[in-house]
C-alpha cells in the first residue's frame, strides 16, 4: 500500500472522528436563527463564490497528515462546511451522516419541548397521551411541524428528503418514493410534504369530532374539501400537466375507486386506464355529493348516472371480465383474497371458494320456499348444507386460513 493510499485513509477517518468535535464546537456557537441565515443565503453563498478549492493546510495534508487539522475545514455557516468537506473528497453519505446529526442535536431541545417530557415518566402515573388523545394528537402534530422546518433546512442544504433518507438507511420501504418515483427528486420531495402535512390535518380533524360529535358536521366536512382543495391547488402548482395527470394515477380518489374495485382480478395495465376514465367521468359530478342529501329530481339523475356507469363498465370489460369485477365488489370476496394472499394459496383458490357461497345461498333460497317441507325438515337440511359447506371451505383453503377468515368477521354466509 503506498503513501498517498495511507494518507487518504487516515484522513479520512480524521474527518469521521472530528466532526463529533465540530459539531460540539459549533453548537456552542450556532443558535436557530443562525441556521436559518444561514440556509437562506445558501444559494447566493454558493452562486457568487467559485468553487471552493482545497484548503492550503488540507493541500500539505496530502503529503504530511501529521499536519492537517479539523480546525482547517470549521466553518461558521453550513453551505461553507459541506463545500470544504467535498473539496478534499470526503464520501457524500458521509457528509449526509454529518450534517444530519448536527442539525439533530441543534433541534433535539425544540423537540424535547414540544414532546412535553419536562421530566421523566414513573411507572404509578398515567401519561398525558393516554388520558387526552386529542391533546397528544396536538403535540404530534407540533412536533411534524417542527420536522418540516428541519426537513426544508437539509433539503436546502443537501438536495434530500429527511423522512425518506431516514427509510432508505434502514433499508425501509417508502411508498411515497415508489409512487413518486416518475418525479424529479425535489418535486417529490415538495409533493411528499403536501401529502402529509394534508394527511395529518385531516386525521386531526376527524379523531377531534369524534371525541366531540357523533358524525362529522357540515362545517367539519366543507373543511375536509378544503384540505383536500389546497393540497391539489398546491401539487398543480408544482407539476407539469403530464406529472399532474400521473399523479393522479396513483393518488386521486378515482384512482382508488379503480384499485379497490378490480380487487382479486388480476388486471392489465390497459384495463385499468380504461375503468379510471370511465370512473373519472362519473367523480368529476357526482364523487362529492351525498345521495341522502338529494331531492327526488336530483336523486333521479344521480340514479341514472349510477346505472350509465355500470353499464359502462360492463361493456367495456365483457361479460366475463364484468362477473369477476362484480364479485370484487363483495366483501366477503375482498376478505377471501386478502386471506388467500396472506397464507399464500393457489392462484383460484378464493374464487373457488366464493363459488360455494354461490351455491349455499341457491339451495338455502329454494329450501326457504319449498311449502312442502316442514319447519323441522328445514332446519335439518339448513344445517346439512352449513356443514358440507363448511367442510368444502376448510378443503380448499386449510384449517389456519379458514380460523383466519371467520375471525375476519367475514364467512357468516357459511352457516347462515
Not at 457568487?48 to 482545497?54: A, E, G, R, S, V
Not at 503529503?63 to 473528497?89: C, H, M, V
Not at 382543495?229 to 400521473?246: C, F, N
Not at 363459488?355 to 323441522?376: H, V
Request: overall charge negative; hydrophobic content about 35%.
Amino acid at each position: 500500500m503506498n503513501s498517498r493510499t495511507i494518507i487518504a485513509i487516515l484522513l479520512c477517518l480524521n474527518i469521521v472522528l472530528g466532526s463529533y468535535i465540530l459539531r460540539s464546537s459549533r453548537n456552542s456557537k450556532t443558535t436557530q436563527q443562525g441556521l436559518r441565515q444561514s440556509t437562506e443565503s445558501r444559494k447566493t453563498t454558493i452562486a457568487q463564490k467559485p468553487k471552493p478549492q482545497l484548503p492550503a493546510a488540507a493541500q500539505e495534508a496530502s503529503s504530511s497528515t501529521n499536519k492537517f487539522q479539523w480546525a482547517q475545514l470549521e466553518a461558521e455557516d453550513y453551505p461553507t462546511y459541506i463545500a470544504r468537506l467535498r473539496s478534499i473528497g470526503c464520501p457524500e453519505q458521509t457528509i449526509r451522516d454529518i450534517i444530519i446529526a448536527d442539525v439533530d442535536k441543534l433541534m433535539a431541545p425544540q423537540m424535547l419541548a414540544l414532546s412535553g417530557r419536562t421530566n421523566p415518566p414513573k411507572y404509578w402515573k398515567s401519561e398525558i397521551r393516554d388520558l387526552n388523545p386529542l391533546q397528544s394528537l396536538e403535540q404530534l402534530n407540533s412536533i411534524a411541524d417542527l420536522d418540516v422546518q428541519k426537513r426544508s433546512v437539509l433539503r436546502e442544504l443537501l438536495g434530500i428528503d429527511l423522512a425518506s433518507e431516514r427509510l432508505r438507511q434502514k433499508g425501509e420501504s417508502d411508498i411515497y418514493e415508489e409512487r413518486l418515483a416518475f418525479l424529479p427528486e425535489e418535486k417529490r420531495a415538495q409533493i411528499r410534504l403536501f401529502l402529509e402535512k394534508a394527511n395529518r390535518e385531516e386525521v386531526y380533524l376527524r379523531e377531534k369530532s369524534w371525541q366531540q360529535n357523533d358524525d362529522l358536521t357540515a362545517a367539519e366536512k366543507d373543511r375536509l374539501r378544503t384540505i383536500q382543495s389546497e393540497k391539489d391547488k398546491s401539487i398543480q402548482e408544482v407539476l407539469s400537466p403530464a406529472e399532474y395527470d400521473q399523479y393522479n394515477l396513483w393518488f386521486s380518489p378515482t384512482a382508488y375507486r379503480v384499485r379497490d374495485a378490480f380487487s382479486g382480478m388480476d388486471n392489465t395495465e390497459e384495463e385499468f386506464l380504461g375503468m379510471y376514465r370511465i370512473q373519472r367521468d362519473f367523480d368529476q359530478k357526482w364523487a362529492d355529493i351525498e345521495p341522502a342529501t338529494l331531492d327526488s329530481a336530483q336523486r333521479a339523475q344521480y340514479d341514472a348516472a349510477k346505472t350509465q356507469l355500470e353499464s359502462n363498465i360492463r361493456d367495456y370489460l365483457g361479460p366475463e371480465r364484468y362477473a369477476q369485477y362484480q364479485q370484487g365488489q363483495d366483501a366477503d370476496y375482498r376478505e377471501l383474497t386478502k386471506t388467500a394472499a396472506q397464507y399464500e394459496l393457489p392462484a383460484g383458490a378464493a374464487r373457488d371458494v366464493y363459488a360455494f357461497k354461490e351455491i349455499a345461498t341457491e339451495q338455502r333460497s329454494r329450501i326457504r320456499n319449498d311449502s312442502t317441507l316442514s319447519p323441522q325438515q328445514k332446519e335439518t337440511i339448513l344445517r346439512a348444507i352449513s356443514e358440507e359447506t363448511e367442510k368444502a371451505v376448510v378443503d380448499v383453503i386449510g384449517p389456519a386460513a379458514f380460523k383466519h377468515y371467520l375471525r375476519s368477521g367475514s364467512g357468516k354466509w357459511i352457516s347462515e
